[in-house]
């Protein structure tokens, strides 16, 4: 979109594979200009994982807090440890930690051969669909409106890098 005021610059479009540097622009950009059209200030990631005893990843949840939302970018667990309750533990402790930053609400997607019914489980509802996923599936997008803390939350403590629970019996 160009301003009335400037007339379009000479420019080249170029087409190419993952460009990193690219990326890292567009993400600081697009964070910049959210955080000055809302105030709710820059995303702050969270990670949680779950290691063997042999220190091997059992499975892991990646997401970001920004303002009072919380929004789940992957969750994955192993293949031989999935229906062992490691999902529901990665996604608690992802949403006690929200809480403890001061979210109110979390969201995730999962595409319709992933684990929409696990996160229905979990207190989520669905609130839309989008079509076009290769193979005739979905994305199913869902939301939790999340409880209070536990424990007041510590403002001069940083967030916790990573929440560490017991190996599963």
């Known amino acids: 979109m160009t301003s009335p005021h400037q007339p379009p610059v000479t420019a080249s479009l170029l087409i190419g594979a993952k460009d990193a540097a690219l990326q890292q622009r567009l993400d600081d950009e697009l964070t910049a200009f959210n955080a000055k059209a809302t105030g709710a200030g820059d995303p702050e990631p969270i990670s949680v994982k779950v290691t063997d005893t042999d220190g091997e990843l059992v499975g892991g949840l990646t997401a970001w807090v920004w303002g009072s939302c919380c929004a789940v970018d992957m969750l994955w667990v192993r293949a031989d ?85 017991p190996r599963a019996t």
């Open 81 to 165: 440890q999935r229906h062992a309750g490691w999902g529901g533990k990665l996604l608690r402790a992802a949403e006690e930690e929200s809480a403890r930053r001061g979210c109110t609400e979390m969201i995730v997607s999962s595409f319709t051969f992933q684990a929409p019914d696990f996160y229905r489980g979990h207190g989520y509802r669905e609130t839309g669909r989008t079509d076009g996923i290769p193979g005739g599936h979905q994305d199913v997008h869902f939301h939790k409106v999340l409880t209070a803390p536990r424990t007041q939350p510590h403002l001069d403590r940083a967030p916790a890098p990573m929440i560490e629970h």
